[in-house]
T-cell receptor, first 112, second 113 residues
Framework: AQSVTQLDSHVSVSEGTPVLLRCNYSSSYSPSLFWYVQHPNKGLQLLLKYTSAATLVKGINGFEAEFKKSETSFHLTKPSAHMSDAAEYFCVVSGGYNKLIFGAGTRLAVHP | DAGVTQSPTHLIKTRGQQVTLRCSPISGHKSVSWYQQVLGQGPQFIFQYYEKEERGRGNFPDRFSARQFPNYSSELNVNALLLGDSALYLC????????????FGNGTRLTVT
């Protein structure tokens, strides 16, 4: 069965410093992995998607994630945080078809 | 183009009542999926419909049902509401049935008192 574990429930950074949101996955086959972002009172927006074409995936708003099979990890990074990046971030694995399995989420706070 | 639209945005119901939530997909999208997001948790898959047929169902009781109409819009029905059904219900649409990018609506906030 597929699952994801987000290792931090809350992450706090200063504006202009790097962001690292950690995610480990479990899958019985080569997974499709995603990162979604949810701003308050908003729906979910796709940041990026990994489907085995390249291990380093670039997404929107300067985010990227690296797929590491040996570590079963798919961590999300951004070189420099912006105040508008404050939101809830979800690591997601595909459960087949359009069924997505979400992690518990990481709340990112960005301080001036 | 309009994104995925859901109605109503907020709803308050009493235990034991029934509720219907509505979703209009992006034009041209034939697949609609429903997710439940309880406060403080990630969304959980409830249903997927494609071409008006149920294609997948999550681990939810039979009190939860859904359907998709010929125009690809969808309704989620929940009967005999429980306090634990209080959540944000998210609808997502996609062009295809498998591995197509999902586009989410802003959700319906259901409160059961």
């Amino acid at each position: 069965a597929q699952s994801v574990t987000q290792l931090d429930s809350h992450v706090s950074v200063s504006e202009g410093t790097p962001v690292l949101l950690r995610c480990n996955y479990s899958s019985s086959y080569s997974p499709s992995l995603f990162w979604y972002v949810q701003h308050p009172n908003k729906g979910l927006q796709l940041l990026l998607k990994y489907t085995s074409a390249a291990t380093l995936v670039k997404g929107i708003n300067g985010f990227e994630a690296e797929f590491k099979k040996s570590e079963t990890s798919f961590h999300l990074t951004k070189p420099s945080a912006h105040m508008s990046d404050a939101a809830e971030y979800f690591c997601v694995v595909s459960g087949g078809y359009n069924k997505l399995i979400f992690g518990a989420g990481t709340r990112l706070a960005v301080h001036p | 183009d309009a994104g995925v639209t859901q109605s109503p945005t907020h709803l308050i119901k009493t235990r034991g009542q029934q509720v219907t939530l509505r979703c209009s997909p992006i034009s041209g999208h034939k697949s609609v999926s429903w997710y439940q997001q309880v406060l403080g948790q990630g969304p959980q898959f409830i249903f997927q419909y494609y071409e008006k047929e149920e294609r997948g169902r999550g681990n939810f009781p039979d009190r939860f049902s859904a359907r998709q109409f010929p125009n690809y819009s969808s309704e989620l029905n929940v009967n005999a509401l429980l306090l634990g059904d209080s959540a944000l219900y998210l609808c997502a649409s996609s062009a295809g049935m498998d591995n197509s990018p999902l586009h989410f609506g802003n959700g319906t906030r259901l409160t059961v008192t």
